[in-house]
């Protein structure tokens, strides 16, 4: 699925919903989203429609002088608020998430927004943030070409995160094929993400699924919704001494990370969430760490490095 | 502790008084003087009382819940002194136990250490001491030790557990809401009943029935000693006493601090007639009206916590909740566990050695059925048991002129040996470190707003019946029996305590601008003084030294 800002296309529908005819189409939706699509009918994917491609030249960044549009976004939010009424705003160009390079955290996504208005300012943000400096310098060093690639833009239910993590399906420092490494944390996963806390540090048998090794992080600040988006506050100490997933849930990430590999054929790398629903998988993409070379870390003193997982830039 | 002696700061002993050691060894440890709980001289049946059962119901709970902790006393100078100490490395933290005992506190008191209690209490009331033989005296004497003795072990069993469900729940509440102080953590807590508010609804009631009939009104217009004799003599006061007598037997069955010596207010009722005659010139102050409002608050606050918790994660609003209902438990326990084992059970016990006193004196072997209070349990026991009773006259009188010797005398507040000072890092800042500014006491603040009025200065409850309305009460420290004049003053100092004192807890409660904790309020300010209590600042102005 390999595609790069040449890739354009000038006709389909504006809005299209996960599992939807056309969701699973990167030109169209992106890749986050076209990878989510695909799975969404076999693992706990949040409900969610894509603002597509399609939309995005339409609208060149704004819905202001596009009423219509505007209306059917507003539409599609009011269908998916029947289910609650925060969602996510999340990027999906056609390039992101791709083999060669993730743009992790490149792309503005918004979380926790309510309200049709909000929605649309957070769709707008997420266009712009595409032609920003920072992604075309990105771009630039990963040899990716200076024109903007399309932004495609998710819309789905946000979680309401007990707890969150990442798990890889290989272990991305060492390179080892074996284990499963996840790493996990209280409230939503952005903390994480954003490499500002000591997670919890779990690594299983990927053959037995049995746990090999645990760490408890000191979890020190935790990601909370808050009118409008997110923020981190400190994790009360009781919390911190604890850990964030229970086995039951442990059992169920780490079946999660092999399913998704096999599915996938190669190793993944998977965004999870436990709210009052149960378990949901925010994002799988392929690993794009070149583990062969690294220098081989004794995983169990470092964290995951999350937020810059792209080391192939030479 | 053994290195006490060789590291730490001997303390000058007062001129004039001999040195109070019971045995050498005693000057080398750092004894306290605890004015809270013991602010008065000890009588020797006193001092029995609290080791016997106080000391021995610490010792009992530290042991259960393995604490590296230590507690002894001793009485200097006719005063109560105490030793608390740790073991320097027993940081293995408490026992399991604690945190069992303390996740299902409520349920423990209500269903299990208050029944407990009520049987024993039941007990004590139901003896019928007139009818008991000597011997059946020495049975009864020996029931009421025993169970004192089981009492204070369920009292600090249940305190310990009440205390580590506090630490719980401040801890909880400050991480979550940063910036916050203990204060707005209890007000959450604030506004459910307990025995104590119990007690001013009933005096309230009690005051609106007296309202009613215009001869009790005039009744207690009259000089305390005629209140009785006149109210008996109103046929119209017949529905009023009968109320008055069920009020006593309710509410008023304890003494006015932890002391088997002292009469209840039953006993006395004086206490009572100033409390309905403050309560008839105020009929603004029912605290009904007050008890509502402060609900009010206390659910609105409530709200305001969950609707901040709301998107938290689910095992912290669990956390919340559970830890809330426990704390709000502990805040009902905090009153009603000193009513029914600090007072109403000692009142009960108080009746045997009375019994006891009454008879001895009758023998001739005591001058008076009060001295009885200068003999210890053990003394009493070996009265009764003796053939013929031994004559216990001569040790009364040398043991009422220790008293009466130290009577003037304002023992120092720590004597032996200070322990060299702790290397450990300190949380708190402590007065120090408050640059000194003269005119003004600094203490905890305990409870918000400004209150200016005239200083009235007591140290026993009884003098603290001169409060007039609008003035500052000024106190060592203030036990439950002081709350009614809550409702009447404009400002609380008291020498002891923190924002979770039991004077810090009931002035909120009251809306009293309050400062505990300041040391020497009593010989800083004098009565007539108009001082200015900032309960936010913790501080204590004076404005007036006339």
């Given at each position: 699925?390999?595609?790069?800002?040449?890739?354009?296309?000038?006709?389909?529908?504006?809005?299209?919903?996960?599992?939807?005819?056309?969701?699973?189409?990167?030109?169209?939706?992106?890749?986050?989203?076209?990878?989510?699509?695909?799975?969404?009918?076999?693992?706990?994917?949040?409900?969610?429609?894509?603002?597509?491609?399609?939309?995005?030249?339409?609208?060149?960044?704004?819905?202001?002088?596009?009423?219509?549009?505007?209306?059917?976004?507003?539409?599609?939010?009011?269908?998916?608020?029947?289910?609650?009424?925060?969602?996510?705003?999340?990027?999906?160009?056609?390039?992101?998430?791709?083999?060669?390079?993730?743009?992790?955290?490149?792309?503005?996504?918004?979380?926790?927004?309510?309200?049709?208005?909000?929605?649309?300012?957070?769709?707008?943000?997420?266009?712009?943030?595409?032609?920003?400096?920072?992604?075309?310098?990105?771009?630039?060093?990963?040899?990716?070409?200076?024109?903007?690639?399309?932004?495609?833009?998710?819309?789905?239910?946000?979680?309401?995160?007990?707890?969150?993590?990442?798990?890889?399906?290989?272990?991305?420092?060492?390179?080892?094929?074996?284990?499963?490494?996840?790493?996990?944390?209280?409230?939503?996963?952005?903390?994480?993400?954003?490499?500002?806390?000591?997670?919890?540090?779990?690594?299983?048998?990927?053959?037995?699924?049995?746990?090999?090794?645990?760490?408890?992080?000191?979890?020190?600040?935790?990601?909370?919704?808050?009118?409008?988006?997110?923020?981190?506050?400190?994790?009360?100490?009781?919390?911190?001494?604890?850990?964030?997933?229970?086995?039951?849930q442990r059992a169920a990430v780490f079946t999660l990370a092999r399913d998704l590999e096999v599915r996938h054929g190669r190793p993944v790398d998977v965004e999870f969430a436990f709210g009052p629903d149960g378990l949901s998988l925010l994002q799988c993409r392929p690993v794009t760490t070149d583990a062969r070379r690294s220098q081989p870390r004794d995983h169990d003193l470092v964290s995951l490095d999350l937020d810059g997982s792209v080391d192939d830039t030479a | 502790m053994a290195e006490h002696s060789v590291a730490g700061e001997r303390l000058p002993l007062p001129a004039g008084v001999p040195a109070p050691w019971l045995e050498q060894e005693?000057?080398?440890?750092?004894?306290?003087?605890?004015?809270?709980?013991?602010?008065?001289?000890?009588?020797?049946?006193?001092?029995?009382?609290?080791?016997?059962?106080?000391?021995?119901?610490?010792?009992?709970?530290?042991?259960?819940?393995?604490?590296?902790?230590?507690?002894?006393?001793?009485?200097?100078?006719?005063?109560?002194?105490?030793?608390?100490?740790?073991?320097?490395?027993?940081?293995?933290?408490?026992?399991?136990?604690?945190?069992?005992?303390?996740?299902?506190?409520?349920?423990?008191?209500?269903?299990?250490?208050?029944?407990?209690?009520?049987?024993?209490?039941?007990?004590?009331?139901?003896?019928?001491?007139?009818?008991?033989?000597?011997?059946?005296?020495?049975?009864?004497?020996?029931?009421?030790?025993?169970?004192?003795?089981?009492?204070?072990?369920?009292?600090?069993?249940?305190?310990?557990?009440?205390?580590?469900?506090?630490?719980?729940?401040?801890?909880?509440?400050?991480?979550?809401?940063?910036?916050?102080?203990?204060?707005?953590?209890?007000?959450?807590?604030?506004?459910?009943?307990?025995?104590?508010?119990?007690?001013?609804?009933?005096?309230?009631?009690?005051?609106?029935?007296?309202?009613?009939?215009?001869?009790?009104?005039?009744?207690?217009?009259?000089?305390?000693?005629?209140?009785?004799?006149?109210?008996?003599?109103?046929?119209?006061?017949?529905?009023?006493?009968?109320?008055?007598?069920?009020?006593?037997?309710?509410?008023?069955?304890?003494?006015?601090?932890?002391?088997?010596?002292?009469?209840?207010?039953?006993?006395?009722?004086?206490?009572?007639?100033?409390?309905?005659?403050?309560?008839?010139?105020?009929?603004?102050?029912?605290?009904?009206?007050?008890?509502?409002?402060?609900?009010?608050?206390?659910?609105?606050?409530?709200?305001?916590?969950?609707?901040?918790?709301?998107?938290?994660?689910?095992?912290?609003?669990?956390?919340?909740?559970?830890?809330?209902?426990?704390?709000?438990?502990?805040?009902?326990?905090?009153?009603?566990?000193?009513?029914?084992?600090?007072?109403?059970?000692?009142?009960?016990?108080?009746?045997?050695?009375?019994?006891?006193?009454?008879?001895?004196?009758?023998?001739?072997?005591?001058?008076?059925?009060?001295?009885?209070?200068?003999?210890?349990?053990?003394?009493?026991?070996?009265?009764?048991?003796?053939?013929?009773?031994?004559?216990?006259?001569?040790?009364?009188?040398?043991?009422?002129?220790?008293?009466?010797?130290?009577?003037?005398?304002?023992?120092?507040?720590?004597?032996?040996?200070?322990?060299?000072?702790?290397?450990?890092?300190?949380?708190?800042?402590?007065?120090?470190?408050?640059?000194?500014?003269?005119?003004?006491?600094?203490?905890?603040?305990?409870?918000?707003?400004?209150?200016?009025?005239?200083?009235?200065?007591?140290?026993?409850?009884?003098?603290?019946?001169?409060?007039?309305?609008?003035?500052?009460?000024?106190?060592?420290?203030?036990?439950?029996?002081?709350?009614?004049?809550?409702?009447?003053?404009?400002?609380?100092?008291?020498?002891?305590?923190?924002?979770?004192?039991?004077?810090?807890?009931?002035?909120?409660?009251?809306?009293?601008?309050?400062?505990?904790?300041?040391?020497?309020?009593?010989?800083?300010?004098?009565?007539?003084?108009?001082?200015?209590?900032?309960?936010?600042?913790?501080?204590?102005?004076?404005?007036?030294?006339?």
């Open positions: 699925m390999r595609t790069d800002g040449s890739s354009v296309r000038s006709d389909g529908p504006a809005i299209v919903w996960l599992g939807q005819a056309g969701s699973t189409e990167p030109t169209l939706v992106g890749l986050k989203t076209a990878h989510l699509s695909d799975l969404a009918g076999a693992f706990p994917v949040p409900n969610g429609f894509c603002v597509t491609t399609v939309a995005y030249r339409t609208c060149r960044g704004s819905l202001a002088a596009h009423p219509g549009m505007a209306a059917a976004i507003t539409d599609a939010y009011q269908r998916l608020a029947q289910s609650g009424a925060e969602v996510a705003v999340r990027s999906s160009a056609v390039d992101e998430d791709g083999d060669a390079a993730s743009f992790a955290g490149q792309l503005t996504s918004t979380l926790n927004v309510e309200g049709s208005d909000a929605v649309i300012d957070a769709i707008e943000t997420t266009w712009r943030s595409g032609a920003s400096e920072a992604v075309m310098a990105y771009r630039r060093s990963h040899g990716l070409g200076t024109t903007p690639a399309p932004v495609a833009v998710l819309v789905q239910r946000q979680v309401r995160a007990d707890s969150s993590g990442v798990a890889f399906s290989i272990d991305p420092v060492s390179g080892d094929h074996c284990h499963i490494v996840v790493n996990a944390t209280w409230g939503l996963g952005e903390s994480l993400v954003n490499g500002s806390i000591e997670p919890d540090r779990l690594v299983a048998d990927k053959a037995t699924l049995a746990l090999v090794s645990e760490h408890l992080g000191a979890k020190e600040r935790m990601t909370i919704p808050t009118t409008g988006g997110v923020h981190d506050v400190t994790t009360p100490s009781f919390l911190r001494a604890r850990a964030a997933l229970t086995s039951v | 005693d000057a080398d440890h750092h004894w306290t003087r605890d004015r809270v709980h013991a602010p008065h001289q000890m009588t020797v049946l006193d001092y029995d009382f609290w080791t016997r059962f106080i000391d021995n119901g610490i010792g009992y709970a530290s042991r259960l819940y393995s604490l590296s902790y230590h507690y002894r006393s001793r009485r200097f100078w006719t005063r109560y002194y105490y030793e608390e100490t740790e073991d320097g490395d027993g940081d293995h933290g408490p026992s399991p136990i604690l945190d069992t005992v303390a996740n299902e506190f409520g349920d423990r008191w209500t269903e299990a250490w208050l029944p407990e209690i009520v049987t024993f209490t039941d007990y004590l009331f139901g003896l019928d001491l007139d009818a008991a033989s000597d011997e059946e005296l020495v049975t009864y004497l020996d029931g009421a030790v025993r169970r004192l003795r089981r009492a204070w072990e369920v009292h600090f069993e249940s305190t310990f557990a009440s205390g580590h469900v506090w630490q719980r729940y401040l801890t909880l509440f400050t991480e979550l809401f940063e910036g916050t102080t203990d204060r707005d953590a209890a007000e959450l807590l604030v506004g459910f009943p307990n025995k104590t508010t119990a007690a001013g609804h009933a005096l309230w009631r009690l005051r609106d029935l007296a309202a009613s009939v215009p001869d009790v009104v005039a009744a207690f217009r009259l000089p305390d000693d005629d209140v009785l004799a006149a109210l008996t003599a109103t046929p119209a006061a017949v529905e009023f006493l009968d109320s008055f007598r069920a009020y006593l037997h309710d509410y008023c069955r304890r003494p006015p601090y932890v002391t088997i010596s002292e009469w209840s207010f039953a006993e006395e009722p004086r206490n009572v007639f100033s409390q309905l005659r403050d309560a008839l010139n105020h009929p603004e102050r029912d605290p009904e009206q007050h008890r509502t409002a402060l609900a009010r608050t206390r659910d609105e606050a409530i709200a305001t916590a969950r609707t901040a918790l709301a998107h938290h994660p689910a095992p912290v609003r669990e956390e919340f909740e559970r830890v809330l209902a426990l704390a709000q438990s502990a805040m009902r326990y905090k009153e009603d566990h000193a009513f029914y084992i600090d007072f109403q059970l000692t009142t009960a016990a108080r009746r045997v050695p009375v019994e006891i006193g009454k008879r001895m004196a009758a023998a001739g072997v005591l001058e008076a059925a009060d001295d009885v209070i200068h003999l210890s349990f053990d003394e009493l026991r070996s009265t009764l048991t003796s053939t013929p009773w031994p004559d216990r006259r001569a040790l009364v009188t040398d043991r009422k002129a220790e008293l009466s010797f130290h009577a003037s005398f304002e023992p120092p507040f720590e004597v032996g040996t200070k322990p060299p000072p702790d290397t450990r890092p300190v949380a708190t800042p402590t007065r120090a470190d408050h640059a000194a500014e003269p005119g003004v006491l600094r203490g905890t603040p305990a409870s918000a707003g400004m209150g200016r009025g005239r200083a009235r200065v007591v140290a026993l409850l009884d003098e603290a019946r001169d409060l007039r309305p609008g003035e500052v009460l000024v106190a060592p420290s203030t036990a439950q029996p002081w709350t009614p004049l809550f409702a009447t003053a404009a400002g609380l100092v008291t020498e002891t305590g923190g924002a979770l004192s039991h004077a810090a807890i009931v002035a909120r409660e009251y809306r009293l601008p309050a400062v505990t904790g300041v040391r020497n309020a009593l010989s800083s300010l004098r009565t007539g003084m108009l001082i200015e209590v900032d309960g936010d600042a913790g501080t204590v102005r004076i404005i007036d030294e006339n």
